[in-house]
């Protein structure tokens, strides 16, 4: 825990430094308008990881396709907060949700290959990138994304994606399907969380 703090304080000294202020060009958009972009956002994430998962385990040949669609959506993720943190903040968000989908290669490929250190080593990188993308989020918005819950946010999301993924590696189908259903409720909630987290940060950027 003293190293995850250590690396999250450096982190937010990091954003802080190198984070530019806000575009002065402010453009207007629906408060509904703007939800619904990010949930589309968020939804992609978990949508492609699940067909990177379902093609990983069964070797399927458009596993390197899916997974550069599945990288480009975190681009996508880090330009949507680009108007409002900056582009610097934006492509930091870009490279640690890019980190977060590499590592999860990681942790994929020892899970089947049944190496339980290899495994657990990758899980534990994994969690630090997640406490690593919860601390950007906390630094970023502190009032309204505070960092007991984007850590827990995040918790919640390698745990429901471990279970997805383990289901799917063991064959057990119907785990697996109803583990996805469980994996994009929590990313729409987490969805609802950040885009009210931007309104209410900047309300004059949107209207009601």
Do not use: C
Not at 93 to 112: M, N
Not at 120 to 133: P, S, V, Y
Not at 134 to 157: E, G, S, V
């Amino acid at each position: 825990m003293k190293i995850l703090a250590a690396v999250a304080i450096g982190l937010a000294l990091a954003v802080t430094a190198s984070a530019p202020a806000a575009p002065a060009h402010r453009s207007t958009i629906s408060q509904q308008a703007f939800g619904r972009s990010m949930d589309k956002l968020w939804e992609e994430h978990v949508a492609w990881t699940r067909m990177a998962i379902v093609s990983f385990a069964g070797g399927l040949p458009d596993l390197q396709s899916t997974e550069t669609r599945l990288l480009r959506n975190q681009v996508d993720i880090g330009n949507a907060v680009k108007p409002f943190y900056g582009a610097a903040a934006g492509d930091q968000l870009t490279r640690l949700l890019r980190t977060h989908i590499l590592q999860a290669v990681v942790v994929l490929k020892a899970a089947k290959a049944g190496d339980t250190p290899k495994l657990n080593a990758a899980l534990e990188a994994w969690h630090a990138n997640a406490h690593q993308i919860a601390a950007f989020l906390a630094h970023a918005n502190p009032q309204h994304w505070p960092l007991a819950a984007t850590a827990m946010m995040m918790d919640d999301h390698l745990k429901l994606t471990t279970q997805e993924a383990v289901d799917e590696l063991h064959g057990r189908w119907a785990a697996s399907v109803a583990d996805y259903d469980k994996v994009e409720n929590e990313i729409l909630g987490m969805s609802s969380t950040l885009s009210r987290g931007i309104i209410a940060q900047f309300p004059n950027r949107f209207a009601a």
